[in-house]
């Protein structure tokens, strides 16, 4: 195949060569016979004519090779190929002129005939090219670019500021990657106006229409480019089908202050986000109230390097805080998040403890040697299959490891306390859930009881959804599976789940957190973030395959495996006794659920210690069901889908 190729490359060399050859040698005799007149074309020319031929098609093959015209492709023939010819012509004539007068000392040879033989070749070079590419696409479109190689026709989507200064830079500059072929604008007053020649089509939702019309100019466009940021959840899942049967990929510009002037490639295009496809409305955050609450202090973070841990220690690290204690138990992330921290802040006074939530021992330790102000508690198994897997170490870490740090937190007087819990300990079906909804229930609990009286402290609880890219949620997963080239797993084309940013989940736990410690009676309270609508995960994973410029199903398969052990099919952000109260802050809800008495909650906690500690496996379940009266493991997804409905 490679021979072939380059054996069609020679050929194509050879023809175009030769060509230029030719059209040198008639170039000569045209000029002479335009400068001579048919019926004196013989007689006045016959002392030179052969002789002037072969020289000046001799000096045009060596300059055309040695200035390589012949390797301009003329589908995509342009100014530059049209330069490059005069230049090449230009020569040719200049190096002719004294070999010729050197023979002939120009005796009979009118000089004038020079002249007329520069304009002949250049339209006889130029002229071929063109031709070739108006009879290949019926058009003269993208003549007037100045580049050599080929440009990729592409749709902008949005007739804005944005796209004026892409359709400027595509044009300027000769090296660009991009021939915009029209616009696209859901605004009508748009529509059949023109961008520094390049006419607004239609609407969005007319895409097909729209590409139908450029095709008739015989231009496919291969590529849609958002140049406006309004794009985004339903529009722009609606925008990406669309693309996808068209057999188009979809991407962004990045915003106008981001436009590099006067490089190569002055404006990038990067991939859709796929938290793009959220929708999510912007939270208004009251910054100086979350920068109140951290800065000067010292603060702790268990979990310091897990997702929601490491993004809490960057986001509070920019806040000022006096110190920042980070605790983990996993090595390899500790460190990891502790240099970044390092790199970022490096005045910051920091503390890297390798340290377990369930060793209590350790906790005391470390809550005396670093005498946190305010505490964040991110550590937790999360893993839903993997903790139903193994139910004893989830309770150790999730329930026990919370009720060391929360009274850990009381004896050495913090100000507040912060526990990170999920939507998944609402109506719990997993092992998971149920021990994040005991550690709630402890904290609430404590706070509503003990910690008014006990230095002040107070606990707060903050329960967010999925977040999109952590450690063993979907989104890395379907990454990994696409790129291998599926399937792509889905447990049931109706399972749904809410989904936010990491930063975003953190920005609202601060945010939530600065109301808990602001407000006396938030003691004990659980806020919830506003997740938004849910998503249907089998959406999301074509989404993400058509991201990756795939075709869902014809592409990457896509393949339903049935819920796993302890997933639920709907996941529901309140408890039905909760009742969601709203707050100062816009995004965040307040409740309180039902109130539990601390004394008899410890006292089950301590057999659950024993039961969980002792790998009584079928205790430590009994206890759990106890304790969360809601609590439905393995839920059959068909009740689940009848309670849903």
């Not at 020289?55 to 330069?83: E, I, K, P, Q």
């Not at 004539?93 to 004038?112: D, H, N, Q, Y």
């Not at 841990?309 to 806040?319: D, F, S, V």
């Not at 609880?461 to 379907?478: C, E, K």
């Amino acid at each position: 195949m490679a021979r072939s190729i380059r054996g069609l490359r020679i050929n194509r060399t050879l023809m175009v060569t030769a060509h230029d050859i030719v059209m040198a040698a008639a170039s000569f005799v045209l000029a002479q016979l335009l400068r001579r007149g048919w019926e004196n074309f013989w007689v006045e020319t016959e002392s030179y004519l052969l002789l002037g031929m072969l020289l000046f098609t001799g000096v045009a093959a060596a300059v055309f090779l040695y200035m390589r015209t012949y390797r301009g492709v003329w589908r995509y023939a342009s100014l530059t190929d049209l330069f490059q010819i005069t230049k090449a012509v230009t020569l040719a004539i200049l190096i002719f002129l004294p070999l010729m007068f050197v023979l002939t000392r120009l005796e009979t040879f009118p000089r004038s005939a020079l002249v007329i033989n520069w304009f002949v070749l250049l339209a006889l070079l130029g002229g071929s090219r063109f031709l070739y590419r108006v009879i290949r696409y019926r058009n003269l479109g993208g003549i007037w670019d100045r580049s050599i190689e080929p440009r990729i026709p592409v749709l902008l989507v949005g007739a804005g500021d944005a796209a004026e200064v892409f359709i400027r830079e595509m044009v300027r500059n000769p090296e660009a990657v991009y021939r915009v072929a029209g616009l696209v604008d859901d605004d009508a007053r748009h529509h059949g106006r023109d961008i520094h020649g390049v006419r607004v089509m239609g609407r969005a939702e007319d895409l097909a229409e729209v590409v139908a019309k450029v095709k008739r100019r015989n231009i496919r466009p291969q590529k849609i480019i958002l140049t406006s940021d309004e794009y985004t959840g339903d529009r722009l899942s609606r925008l990406l089908e669309a693309a996808d049967e068209l057999g188009m990929t979809v991407s962004r510009i990045g915003k106008l202050t981001d436009f590099r002037s006067g490089e190569a490639q002055g404006i990038e295009t990067r991939p859709i986000a796929i938290e793009d496809l959220l929708g999510r409305p912007q939270t208004v955050l009251d910054r100086e109230a979350m920068r109140a609450l951290v800065k000067d202090k010292r603060v702790l973070v268990t979990g310091a390097g897990g997702t929601i841990g490491a993004e809490l220690a960057r986001q509070i690290a920019a806040y000022g805080p006096a110190r920042i204690s980070l605790l983990d138990n996993a090595e390899f992330n500790l460190y990891r998040i502790e240099m970044e921290i390092a790199g970022h802040h490096p005045e910051l006074a920091r503390t890297a403890i390798l340290g377990d939530v369930r060793d209590r021992a350790r906790l005391d330790q470390t809550f005396a040697r670093e005498r946190p102000e305010l505490v964040f508690h991110a550590a937790a198994f999360k893993h839903v299959p993997m903790v139903e897997a193994n139910p004893n170490e989830g309770v150790l870490t999730n329930v026990i490891g919370t009720r060391n740090v929360a009274d850990a937190c009381l004896a050495a007087g913090v100000g507040a306390m912060v526990l990170i819990s999920t939507d998944k300990a609402v109506n719990p079906t997993s092992v998971m859930g149920a021990t994040k909804r005991i550690a709630e229930c402890y904290c609430e609990a404590l706070g509503q009881t003990r910690a008014p009286t006990s230095g002040d402290t107070r606990l707060v609880t903050v329960r967010f959804g999925n977040v999109l890219g952590s450690t063993g949620s979907v989104v890395p997963l379907f990454e990994r599976q696409i790129k291998a080239g599926g399937p792509v797993t889905v447990t049931d084309p109706e399972v749904t789940r809410y989904f936010m940013t990491v930063r975003e989940a953190v920005e609202l736990v601060l945010q939530a957190s600065a109301l808990g410690v602001a407000e006396a009676q938030a003691s004990g309270a659980i806020f919830m973030l506003d997740m938004g609508r849910p998503v249907r995960i089998v959406d999301l994973a074509r989404q993400m395959i058509r991201l990756a410029g795939l075709h869902p199903e014809t592409d990457v398969k896509i393949e339903f495996t049935g819920l796993r052990p302890g997933e639920k099919l709907v996941e529901e952000l309140f408890h039905e006794s909760e009742a969601p109260l709203a707050t100062p802050c816009q995004g965040i809800l307040r409740s309180h659920s039902r109130p539990a008495d601390l004394a008899t909650l410890t006292a089950h906690l301590d057999r659950l210690l024993e039961a969980a500690g002792q790998r009584r496996t079928g205790e430590t379940l009994a206890l759990l069901a106890t304790l969360v009266p809601e609590y439905r493991a393995g839920a059959a997804p068909e009740a689940e889908r009848a309670a849903a409905t």
